[in-house]
C-alpha cells in the first residue's frame, strides 16, 4: 500500500507510463479521484485522455506504473466497473438490435455458456426506459442515430450496476437533447454516491458538468476540484500553443464556481 | 446424364453418393455458422490463409506415413498434418502483426501464398516416395468428393458435431467478441482466448473440407453463405440460422452435380452454387436487397410527388378567392405548372398518378379539379407542411424565408404521431393554418424558395 495512494480512492494512479512503438504517449501519470465526484478529463487531441482509460481497465499494456481500484487491481474489483467505449469503436452495422447490445451489460453476471433469461431482458429494459430509448429496444442499432446509439452504450452500462463509470467521450457528436439527458443521468448516478469518470473535449462545459477535473497532455498538468483546477493559467499549460481558442473560453472562465 | 440419375442422386437414393452428399451439405451447415462469425469478426483473410497452408502439411504428413510403412494416405493423418501446418500459418500471421508494423493484409498475402507454394512443392517431392503412390494428393486442392468411405463419412461427421455444439454453446460469447472486443475484455472476458477457440472452430471445418471442397475454394464455402444470410436479416440469430441453410443446400447441390460429371471438381460446382444463391439474395433479400430498397425509394418519391401536387392544387385554390370555408373550383393546369416549376411531362406524369388514385378529376374544358377525397387529403398535407414550418421557425432557429425548403424535406415522412405531437408543441389545433411565409405569386410563377 502506498501511502500516496490510500485505499479510499476509486481510482488512483501511481506512476504510469504508456508508450506505443517506443512513443511515450502518457508519462508518469499520478493521480487520485476522490469517491462520489463526476470527474473530468479534459486536454487536446492526442494527449492520451483515451489512452489512460484503457490502461487503467488493462485494454492496453502499461510500459510501468499501476492503477488501482480502491486499493486493488483491475482484475480483481472488475464488477465495481462499467465502461462505455468511444462510439465509433464498434461496428454499428452488426446485426443486432438496441435491446441486444444492453443486455450485453449482463453476460458478466450471467457468466460462461449461461443462456439470457427474461431477468435479464427485464433488466435491460429498464436501463433502456432511464435512458429514454425503451420504444426503440428491438431497432436495428445502425438504424440509430448517434444519440441514440450513445443511449444505448450508456444503458448498457447502466445494466452493469457498477460503482464506478468510465466513459471515452460519451457526449461526442451527440445531439443537444442527447447530451441534457447523458448528463442528467450521469448527476443522477453521481446523487448515489458513484464515481464517474468521463474523457470531455467541449471546454465551454467543463465547469457546469464536472465537480473534480483533470487536466491532461501526456502527464496530469493539474487536478482537483474544478473550481480550482479550471484556471486560465492551467489552460494554457494543457493547451500550449494549441489553444487558439482560449478566447472563446474566456467566456466559460467567468462561469467557474457558479452553480 | 439423365434427370432420374440427377433425381435419385440429389434425394440420397444412389448408393455411391449418398454418404458425400450428405456429408458436404452437414459440412456446409457447419460453414454457414461457424463463418458467420469469422465474417463479423472480420477475420475472413485469416481463414483464407489459414486454408492455404494447410497443404504443407498434406504432403509431410504422406511422406511421414508412408515412410514408417503405413497408408500414406490415411484420412486422419493427413487431416491431422494439414491442421499442424494450418495452425502454423495462423500463428506465423499473428506473429509478424505483433512484431513488425506490416499492414495485416500483407501478412496474411506472404504467409497464405509462402505456404502455398511450399505445399506445391512438397507434393511433387513426395511423388518419389518409393512403394507409395501420391498420386490423388492435388485432390486436396480443387477438391474430390467421390472418394469418401464409410469410415471417412464417419470421422467427418463427428469433427462437425463437435464443432457446432461448440459454436452453440458459446454464442453469446463470439457475439460479443465479434461486436466489441475492447468492452468484452473490460468485462474480463479473455478475448485471446475465445480469438483461439474461433479460429480452431474455423479450422476443423477448413480441415474437414480439404478432402471435399479444396482448400482454395473452402473459403468461400465460410464466407458467401452469411454474406447471402445478412442480405434477408438484420437479427443474428437468423443470420445464423439462414447461413447454415445456404450452405447445405450449396453443398448438397454442389456435389450431387458433380458426382454426375466426374471431371466437374465439386468445390467449383459448390462455391457457383453459393454464389447464384449469394446473388440472389443480393437482389432480393429481404431486409438490405437492392431491389427492396430501390422500390421503397419509389415509393416515397411517388409519395413525395402526389403530396406536392395536392399541396400546390390547394395553395392555388387558396390564393385565387378570398372565400371562407375554402371551395373546391377547376384550376388551370398551367398555374399549377408554373407553381412549382414543373416540367410538362413530369406534371403529367403526377396528374396521371393522381386521377388513378381518385385524388383529381379532369375536367371537359381540360381543367383539373380536386376530387372529395383528394380535397380533402390536399387540405391535409398542406396543414401539416405549415405545422413543420412553424416548428422549425420556433424551435429550430431557421427564417421564414428558408423554411419551405427545410420542411419540405422531412414532412413527407410525417407519420400521425408526430403530426400530434406538433399540435400539442405548437398549441395548434384549429383545422386550417396560415403560411407562416409569403407564397409565390402565381401569376409572375415566382418563388422565392424554389422547392426541392
Redesign the interface.
Known amino acids: 500500500m502506498r501511502p500516496e495512494h490510500p485505499p479510499e480512492f476509486p481510482l488512483a494512479v501511481h506512476d504510469l507510463t504508456v508508450a506505443y512503438?517506443h512513443k511515450p504517449v502518457l508519462w508518469d501519470v499520478e493521480l487520485n479521484i476522490p469517491e462520489g465526484t463526476l470527474a473530468g478529463i479534459v486536454g487536446p487531441n492526442g494527449a492520451g485522455k483515451s489512452t489512460l482509460l484503457?490502461a487503467c481497465?488493462?485494454?492496453i499494456p502499461k510500459t510501468s506504473g499501476e492503477a488501482l481500484i480502491y486499493g486493488k487491481p483491475y482484475?480483481t474489483q472488475?464488477d465495481l466497473?462499467a465502461?462505455v467505449?468511444q462510439r465509433e469503436?464498434?461496428?454499428w452495422d452488426?446485426?443486432?438490435?438496441a435491446l441486444?447490445?444492453v443486455i450485453?451489460g449482463t453476460?458478466?453476471k450471467?457468466g460462461?455458456?449461461?443462456?439470457?433469461t427474461k431477468i435479464e431482458k427485464q433488466q435491460a429494459l429498464e436501463a433502456l426506459e432511464k435512458v429514454g430509448i425503451s420504444h426503440l429496444a428491438q431497432r436495428?442499432i445502425?438504424q440509430l442515430s448517434g444519440g441514440q446509439q450513445q443511449r444505448v452504450f450508456l444503458a448498457?452500462a447502466l445494466v452493469q450496476d457498477a460503482e464506478i463509470y468510465?466513459m471515452d467521450e460519451p457526449f461526442a457528436a451527440v445531439d443537444a437533447a442527447t447530451e441534457q439527458a447523458i448528463i442528467e443521468l450521469l448527476q443522477e448516478l453521481n446523487a448515489k454516491g458513484k464515481t464517474v469518470l468521463c474523457v470531455h473535449h467541449d471546454l465551454a462545459t467543463v465547469s457546469r458538468y464536472f465537480d473534480y477535473l483533470v487536466l491532461l497532455n501526456m502527464r496530469v498538468v493539474a487536478s482537483g476540484p474544478t473550481s480550482e483546477t479550471f484556471t486560465r493559467e492551467n489552460l494554457q499549460k494543457t493547451y500550449g500553443g494549441k489553444l487558439n481558442l482560449l478566447d472563446d473560453v474566456a467566456q466559460a472562465l467567468k462561469n467557474v464556481g457558479r452553480p | 446424364m439423365t434427370w432420374e440419375l440427377l433425381r435419385e442422386t440429389l434425394l440420397l437414393e444412389q448408393y455411391n453418393t449418398r454418404l458425400p452428399v450428405l456429408g458436404v451439405a452437414f459440412l456446409g451447415a457447419t460453414a454457414g455458422l461457424v463463418g458467420s462469425f469469422l465474417l463479423?469478426r472480420?477475420q475472413s483473410l485469416l481463414g483464407d490463409a489459414l486454408s492455404h497452408a494447410t497443404l504443407p502439411g498434406i504432403g509431410i504428413a504422406f511422406a511421414i506415413m508412408s515412410t514408417m510403412g503405413f497408408n500414406g494416405k490415411s484420412l486422419p493423418g493427413l487431416l491431422l498434418g494439414a491442421t499442424i501446418t494450418g495452425l502454423l500459418g495462423v500463428l506465423l500471421v499473428l506473429a509478424i502483426r505483433k512484431t513488425t508494423?506490416l499492414k495485416d493484409d500483407a501478412a496474411m498475402g506472404i504467409v497464405l501464398s509462402v505456404f502455398f507454394g511450399l505445399g506445391v512443392a512438397i507434393l511433387k517431392m513426395v511423388e518419389r516416395i518409393p512403394g507409395q503412390s501420391a498420386a490423388g494428393l492435388d485432390g486436396f486442392i480443387y477438391g474430390k468428393t467421390a472418394s469418401m468411405v464409410w469410415s471417412d463419412f464417419i470421422l467427418i461427421t463427428v469433427i462437425l458435431i463437435v464443432t457446432t455444439a461448440i459454436t452453440i454453446?458459446?454464442l453469446?460469447?463470439l457475439?460479443?467478441l465479434?461486436?466489441?472486443a475492447?468492452?468484452?475484455?473490460?468485462?474480463?472476458?479473455p478475448i485471446l482466448r475465445l480469438d483461439i477457440i474461433l479460429m480452431a472452430l474455423v479450422t476443423s471445418v477448413t480441415v474437414v473440407g480439404l478432402q471435399a471442397v479444396g482448400l482454395i475454394l473452402v473459403i468461400a464455402f465460410l464466407i458467401t453463405p452469411p454474406t447471402a444470410a445478412?442480405f434477408w436479416?438484420?437479427?443474428?440469430g437468423w443470420?445464423l440460422v439462414i447461413s447454415a441453410t445456404i450452405g447445405a443446400i450449396s453443398g448438397w447441390l454442389g456435389v450431387s452435380i458433380s458426382a454426375l460429371y466426374s471431371n466437374l471438381p465439386p468445390g467449383a460446382i459448390i462455391v457457383i452454387a453459393a454464389a447464384i444463391i449469394f446473388l440472389f439474395s443480393m437482389i432480393f433479400g429481404t431486409a438490405r436487397g437492392v431491389l427492396p430498397r430501390f422500390l421503397r425509394h419509389l415509393q416515397l418519391q411517388r409519395k413525395v410527388g402526389r403530396q406536392h401536387l395536392l399541396r400546390s392544387t390547394y395553395e392555388i385554390l387558396e390564393e385565387t378567392q378570398q372565400a371562407e370555408p375554402l371551395k373546391n373550383v377547376p384550376i388551370d393546369m398551367d398555374l399549377l405548372r408554373k407553381h412549382r416549376y414543373w416540367a410538362k411531362g413530369e406534371l403529367s406524369k403526377l396528374i396521371r398518378q393522381a386521377r388513378s388514385e381518385d385524388h383529381i378529376e379532369r375536367q371537359p374544358s381540360g381543367e383539373l379539379r380536386l376530387s372529395e377525397s383528394g380535397f380533402g387529403e390536399a387540405s391535409r398535407i398542406t396543414r401539416n407542411h405549415r405545422l413543420w414550418e412553424l416548428y422549425l421557425i420556433r424551435y429550430a432557429d431557421i427564417a421564414p424565408s428558408h423554411v419551405d425548403r427545410d420542411a419540405d424535406m422531412v414532412e413527407h415522412l410525417l407519420g400521425a404521431e408526430i403530426v400530434h405531437q406538433l399540435e400539442t408543441e405548437l398549441n395548434l389545433s384549429n383545422s386550417t393554418i396560415d403560411s407562416p411565409h409569403t407564397i409565390a405569386t402565381t401569376e409572375l410563377g415566382i418563388q422565392p424558395n424554389p422547392t426541392i
Not at chain 1, 94 to 97: K, L, M, N, W
Not at chain 1, 112 to 116: L, T, V
Request: net charge positive; charged share 30%; with cysteine.
Open positions: 512503438h484503457k481497465l488493462e485494454l482484475e472488475r466497473i465502461y467505449p469503436s464498434v461496428d452488426f446485426p443486432v438490435s441486444d447490445v450485453m453476460y458478466r450471467l460462461w455458456f449461461k443462456r439470457i436495428q445502425s448498457r468510465f | 463479423l472480420k508494423r454453446a458459446i453469446k460469447e457475439t460479443l465479434c461486436f466489441d475492447d468492452f468484452a475484455s473490460a468485462q474480463g472476458w445478412r436479416t438484420n437479427r443474428l443470420m
